[in-house]
């Protein structure tokens, strides 16, 4: 019941969000440089044959008009077609969403496996070899460029030591891919019994993963570092090594008490993240959803980017839920509200 | 002082922490003092005197750098820490903050459970029976330990932390500034609660704090700190009728009055407290003393005895030329 009235609650608040970032990306679009029409019609159109598409795409009309009717057709489920492939939108999203989701799900996943634990363990001993260790690698997910990174990584791995697979998508080219089910290339060759598929998806996951973990891993060391250490050096852990409870059992309330601060900034890297993957997705030309979208930014395909950015701002809505009832559930102080 | 042999002995107690560029921070310097079965020691001092430090040293939650601590004869510096483990019922801390001394993810009867199924045998029944009277004895209500430390008053929780501390039957408690963070009025309800306390419990007490009057009210004697000094000690009542120190002096003359008509004698030290990297010797007070002698800044001047064990380090005493006039 609580939960419920939890999850009613924040939805009407999360409602102006969405709408402002509708109205923000819709505008954003139509002042931007980028004519739709001239690219659409190409370099021998003539003016009336410019006036003819604009009228078509009803880009002639005053701004919030256009604004009004995209609404209206939202509401009714209808996202717009991409000019590029002449598709509707939301059938491009169903497409690409789950190859973006299932790289990035991954790569956060193993980024908080091994960030969470390379944080807490620096946290017990500050300036000692493994934070420094950690840190420096850390700084690298930080700071090293994402393209740089997977160039280099592609580089070394594939050119030099022929290690990983061509980076040319999610299954190499000799391999029959499986029926889509869940559209994870993974989940959907375990389903068909596909060894070979599963093996090649495996594989051409592996560098575009690493990357990503690399990049995700990095803040999360961070930031469990440094709840950690906030925990240590509060006065119930003082007080507990007082008492004198044995190391482990200290490490073990400081691990409890970081879950939820931890969980929390895990969901706002995911979603922050899942924009981030198109660079990825675009450098190991993967496909997905991500790299979708940078493709219709660049060359202007204005439903594509709002739909792009309204998927982005959903899910975004939709993990932050999630974490919060997940709180929720473990914070002594949300169950008696 | 009571004839007992005492409970706590510190003997030329050292803390430094380090600081940039191979400096250090003196936190204590060669501090010394003695606490009795059943007696409250006061320590008083600004921020900065290492009077936090000291209480942490006693709890053996950092090291010392030179000097020992007996606790009950046995010094608690060199010991093991399986060792250690044990006493560690034995030596209770309870800090000023109660809003961060108490896992803000466990329920209050919890926080009162752990230290008994640490250092106790009993079971489950015996220590919930234990807690009840605890509860009861800190007059504490029986429903909030089912609470978490966010539905408690800040009063409360200090009640709670004081419970917890004398769970295990402690035979000394360290009370570091246990009322600084609380209104007046909830003040005066946990100064009477650790009275009665002490009298029923007969635990030594190391009452901590900056605020002078609640150290007159608990207090059987005084020490003053001065930059990890102690510049003088004594009784309560001699040390504040006529304190020796010119810079106990310059503290007491700072504490106003409760009576707005009250004519004030107000002391100023000089300057600013001087930072407690790289002290140089000789008196810690002397770059702010309005006596200073060049004497002063020699050596560490002795303890001169007043009587009744109240002492003060100052050269002024031999001559009776001590006393800041206006």
């Known amino acids: ?337 | 002082m009571t004839g007992q042999a005492p409970i706590l002995a510190v003997r030329d107690l050292v803390k430094r922490f380090p600081a940039a560029k191979g400096a250090q921070v003196h936190a204590v310097n060669g501090v010394s003092f003695e606490i009795a079965a059943g007696e409250t020691i006061g320590l008083v001092g600004e921020s900065g005197s290492g009077k936090s430090t000291i209480g942490l040293l006693v709890t053996r939650l950092i090291a010392v750098t030179a000097g020992s601590i007996l606790f009950g004869g046995r010094d608690i510096t060199t010991l093991p820490e399986a060792e250690m483990r044990a006493l560690r019922a034995e030596i209770q801390i309870v800090f000023q903050d109660p809003w961060g001394a108490l896992n803000p993810r466990m329920t209050i009867g919890r926080a009162l459970d752990e230290p008994l199924m640490l250092h106790t045998d009993l079971d489950a029944q015996t220590r919930r029976k234990r807690m009840l009277e605890i509860a009861d004895r800190v007059r504490l209500p029986r429903a909030s330990l089912e609470r978490f430390p966010h539905e408690l008053s800040g009063g409360q929780l200090q009640r709670v932390c004081i419970a917890r501390a004398i769970a295990t039957r402690p035979k000394l408690i360290v009370l570091d500034e246990p009322t600084s963070s609380l209104d007046l009025s909830v003040r005066a309800g946990i100064l009477q609660l650790l009275e009665e306390l002490r009298k029923e419990t007969g635990a030594a007490m190391l009452f901590i704090s900056h605020d002078l009057e609640t150290v007159e009210l608990v207090s059987d004697r005084v020490l003053v700190l001065y930059l990890g000094s102690v510049v003088e000690q004594g009784p309560t009542e001699a040390l504040f009728a006529s304190p020796a120190h010119p810079y106990t002096q310059t503290l007491l003359s700072a504490n106003l009055p409760p009576d707005p008509e009250a004519k004030l004698a107000r002391h100023r030290a000089l300057g600013e407290i001087p930072s407690p990297i790289n002290l140089p010797p000789g008196c810690a007070f002397a770059s702010r003393c309005p006596l200073v002698l060049p004497a002063c800044r020699e050596g560490m001047p002795a303890s001169h005895e007043l009587g009744q064990g109240h002492r003060a380090a100052c050269l002024r005493i031999a001559d009776g030329s001590n006393r800041l006039v206006d």
């Open chain 1, 1 to 337: 019941m609580l939960i419920l009235r939890f999850t009613l609650r924040r939805l009407l608040v999360a409602a102006p969000t969405v709408l402002g970032v509708l109205f923000i990306t819709f505008m954003l679009v139509r002042i931007g440089h980028q004519d739709p029409v001239a690219m659409l019609a190409g370099p021998m159109a003539d003016r009336a044959m410019l006036e003819m598409i604009r009228t078509q795409l009803g880009l002639d009309q005053p701004l919030f008009t256009q604004f009004a009717g995209y609404l209206w057709r939202l509401a009714q489920g209808d996202l717009g077609r991409s000019w590029q492939s002449n598709q509707p939108v939301l059938h491009e999203i169903i497409a690409h969403f789950p190859t973006t989701l299932e790289l990035t799900l991954l790569s956060v996943g193993l980024g908080a496996i091994i960030g969470v634990p390379v944080g807490l363990r620096a946290a017990f001993r500050p300036n000692g070899w493994f934070d420094q260790i950690s840190r420096v690698v850390s700084l690298l997910g930080f700071s090293v460029p994402t393209y740089w990174m997977g160039l280099m990584a592609i580089f070394i791995f594939f050119f030099l030591l022929r290690l990983a697979p061509a980076p040319m998508g999610r299954l190499s080219l000799e391999v029959i891919a499986p029926p889509t089910i869940t559209g994870s290339l993974v989940i959907d060759s375990i389903a068909a019994g596909n060894w070979e598929a599963l093996r090649s998806a495996l594989a051409q996951l592996m560098l575009p993963v690493s990357c990503f973990t690399l990049i995700a891993a990095a803040p999360v060391v961070k930031q469990t570092r440094a709840v950690a250490i906030e925990i240590l050096g509060s006065d119930y852990i003082r007080y507990a090594r007082a008492c004198g409870f044995s190391p482990r059992t200290v490490r073990r309330i400081v691990l409890r008490n970081a879950v939820a601060p931890v969980l929390t900034f895990i969901g706002t890297q995911l979603t922050s993240l899942l924009a981030a993957a198109s660079l990825i997705e675009f450098i190991f030309a993967w496909g997905g959803l991500g790299h979708w979208g940078l493709n219709a930014i660049l060359l202007g395909d204005f439903a594509a980017v709002q739909g792009y950015v309204l998927t982005l701002a959903l899910f975004s809505v939709f993990v932050f839920l999630v974490i919060d009832l997940l709180v929720l559930l473990l914070e002594p102080r949300g169950q008696r509200r």
